[in-house]
Nanobody
Framework: QVQLEESGGGLVQAGGSLRLSCAASRRAFTPYAMGWFRQPPGKEREIVAD????????YYADSVKGRFTISKDNAQNTVYLQMNSLKPEDTAVYYC??????????????????WGQGTQVTVSS
């Protein structure tokens, strides 16, 4: 079993930046890919970004393209989400997740096998 632990959330003003981290508890953890999701208040969980463990393929939701960057450190079993130019609509609980296999519908939460507990990001106007 693998545990994922997010950190780096908080309160920031619009236009500011935050960097989220997600560390996997198990050494030599090699998922097929890892992703960041978010769940705004009263809304469904949605994908923000996804990165293949090989590092070759990355995906960004249209709403965050050009502002957010997903990256990883294989040696540290850690995935990052750098969030710049934050907007109030980015306010949500952010979750990291890992999936074991390729999936055409990788944007669906049910394709991910492991989840972190979530970290709150609040962007004030």
């Amino acid at each position: 079993q693998v545990q994922l632990e997010e950190s780096g959330g908080g309160l920031v003003q619009a236009g500011g930046s935050l960097r989220l981290s997600c560390a996997a508890s198990r050494r030599a953890f090699t998922p097929y890919a890892m992703g960041w999701f978010r769940q705004p208040p009263g809304k469904e969980r949605e994908i923000v970004a996804d990165i293949a463990w090989s590092g070759v393929n990355k995906y960004y939701a249209d709403s965050v393209k050009g502002r957010f960057t997903i990256s990883k450190d294989n040696a540290q079993n850690t995935v990052y989400l750098q969030m710049n130019s934050l907007k109030p609509e980015d306010t949500a609980v952010y979750y990291c997740a890992a999936r074991s296999t390729y999936a055409v519908t990788f944007f669906r939460p049910d394709n991910y096998d492991y989840w972190g507990q979530g970290t709150q990001v609040t962007v004030s106007s």
